[in-house]
């Protein structure tokens, strides 16, 4: 059994090689600058849960970013809708979005706030492209018969960021989202493979996605100790995650302050839930907001997607 002598080392000695850590992180990890980002969440209160550190990271002032929400529910399965709806508005603004119109609720039958149900991947990419990228790629033939390009696609957001293929926690509807943006960067860059043909035409999305990673239940309820073990993998690459064909880090790491009352601080992703989301706020979320390593640290991976 370890002493009381060791269990005081470790109370003091941990909490200041996590603040070192998070010091470290805010200013020497690769973050994103002048991007326009879109936050794709499935319900209200995910970007609270989940993605605060994040959120919190790429609304620095001096980033130069323009974050916006997108919500593909109103989180309506008890009837709380119109509530939800004003909550999240409410928690973008604790998080740094610049106004509550950068928060956006797209409420449709076609994706129901459910436990058990699995939104089509097809129809998410079919919104994203009318909502971000309404001028598709246009193309002809040439008199060789090969294709060309008269335009190549453009979008309205320069990077999407959501959960990734597990959703953190397996909710269907997270994990639907995770499709669904694969299936939108992919119809962008299509086209791409053609590239490599004589004649061909073809480009590189103008999107770059961006997904959250999901870990084993003992690293999700570690709370701010979770930290070494995402931040380690990355020192030892020494920076060899490749970038994109767009210039944007491989990986991004956001991690929040632990104590007082900095922007990016743990208390500023607590107040989003405690203080915006207060429907929200039975018993067990309070056990999250303490362990849930997701409201102290978040890792994104740039997802390599084909066409």
């Avoid at 879109?38 to 609270?48: K, R």
């Avoid at 973008?92 to 706030?113: H, K, N, Q, T």
């Avoid at 979008?155 to 995770?178: E, M, Q, R």
């Amino acid at each position: 059994m370890p002493s009381l002598l060791t269990l005081g080392v470790l109370a003091v000695v941990l909490p200041l090689l996590y603040i070192y850590t998070a010091s470290i992180a805010q200013t020497r990890m690769p973050t994103l600058y002048n991007k326009r980002i879109c936050l794709l969440i499935a319900h209200p209160d995910d970007e609270a849960m989940f993605f605060a550190p994040t959120v919190l990271a790429l609304t620095r002032p001096e980033s130069g970013n323009r974050v916006k929400i997108l919500c593909l529910s109103s989180g309506n399965a008890d009837g709380l809708g119109e509530t939800r709806k004003k909550e999240l508005a409410k928690s973008g603004l604790l998080l740094g979005l610049a106004r509550e119109d950068d928060v956006y609720v797209y409420d449709s039958p076609d994706f129901p706030d459910s436990m058990t149900t699995t939104w089509d991947a097809s129809k998410i990419s079919s919104l994203l492209n009318s909502t971000f990228a309404p001028q598709p790629a246009v193309l002809k033939a040439t008199s060789s018969g090969q294709t060309a390009a008269l335009a190549v696609p453009t979008a309205a957001i320069d990077v999407l960021v959501t959960f990734d293929a597990a959703g953190v926690s397996s909710h269907p509807n997270h994990v639907s989202l995770y499709h669904g943006a694969r299936a939108f960067v992919a119809s962008l860059a299509r086209g791409q493979q053609q590239q490599q043909q004589p004649g061909g035409c073809g480009w590189p999305s103008p999107v770059d996605l961006y997904t959250l990673t999901s870990v084993g239940v003992l690293r999700k309820y570690a709370a701010f100790l979770d930290v070494f073990a995402t931040v380690l993998p990355l020192v030892v690459a020494g920076g060899r995650v490749p970038a994109s064909g767009r210039g944007n880090p491989g990986a991004l790491v956001s991690v929040s302050a632990l104590v007082g009352g900095a922007r990016e601080g743990y208390g500023a992703a607590r107040a989003a839930m405690t203080q915006a989301h207060k429907s929200q706020m039975v018993w067990f979320r309070w056990g999250w907001i303490a362990l849930s390593r997701y409201m102290y640290v978040n890792d994104l991976k740039l997802e390599r997607v084909e066409p």
